[in-house]
């Protein structure tokens, strides 16, 4: 079982170039989530989407677009990226299940802005 | 709004020693609550829940009690190993009809062996 796959695993960029990160969940999960992990800070919600068709800001919008490709897919973009997007970045899926909602993990990318 | 503060890490200890990580919530009503874990270089991974008061979720050994009095769900282990360390968030999902997780700022922990 892949559970939440995400691509690249790594990544270097300069200030100002764009690049998408990709998730995929084979779960058929109805919600998917974008979160960056930053040290002493957990983990903020920078998007996430209800449901396929469907996408809202998080706590840390700014500087970030995502695309809810289908149900499977949740694309977040870097437009123009800027040092302070240096983090690692977490996709993750859930969906409402008897006695709570689990959300299931991708390994994250590591991205460094230089 | 809702929210979650968990101790400040890191917590380091000795193979065979007794852990806890403190927990509280801010949250109406009654959430669900979880643990996650994550290892070096790994995502996050649910490591057990409880979805009402006095649950007392479980796995690996790790224990966490709801404890809604104290709006608390501490995590607790009777003898952590080496293969324990790892960063430890404390989470919650409100009952208000959300399905957003709200986590803690983690607590790394290292045991020495």
């Known amino acids: 079982n892949a559970g939440v796959t995400q691509t690249p695993k790594f990544q270097v960029l300069k200030t100002g170039q764009s690049m998408t990160l990709q998730c995929a969940q084979d779960?058929?999960?109805?919600?998917m989530y974008w979160y960056r992990q930053d040290p002493g800070m957990g983990l903020r919600l920078i998007y996430y989407?209800?449901?396929?068709?469907?996408?809202d800001k998080g706590e840390v919008p700014n500087g970030y677009n995502v695309s809810r490709l289908n149900k499977r897919e949740f694309s977040l973009r870097l437009e123009s990226a800027a040092p302070s997007q240096t983090s690692v970045y977490f996709c993750?899926?859930?969906?409402?299940?008897?006695?709570?909602?689990?959300?299931?993990f991708g390994q994250g990318t590591r991205l460094t802005v230089v | 709004g809702d929210s979650v503060t968990q101790m400040e890490g890191p917590v380091t200890l000795s193979e065979e020693a007794f852990l806890t990580i403190n927990c509280t919530y801010t949250?109406?009503?009654?959430?669900?609550l979880f643990w996650y874990v994550q290892y070096p270089g790994e995502g996050l991974q649910l490591l057990l829940k409880?979805?009402?008061?006095?649950d007392k979720g479980s796995n690996k050994g790790f224990e966490a009690t709801y404890r809604k009095e104290t709006t608390s769900f501490h995590l607790e282990k009777g003898s952590v190993q080496v293969s324990d360390s790892a960063v430890y968030f404390c989470?919650?999902?409100?009952?208000?009809?959300?399905?957003?997780?709200?986590f803690g700022a983690g607590t790394r922990l290292f045991v020495k062996a």
């Open positions: 993750a899926s859930s969906d409402v299940i008897q006695g709570g909602t689990e959300a299931f």
């Open positions: 779960m058929n999960h109805n919600s």
């Open positions: 989407s209800a449901s396929e068709g469907t996408t």
């Open positions: 949250a109406t009503g009654y959430p669900s």
């Open positions: 409880a979805t009402k008061a006095d």
């Open positions: 989470a919650l999902i409100p009952n208000t009809g959300g399905f957003k997780t709200i």
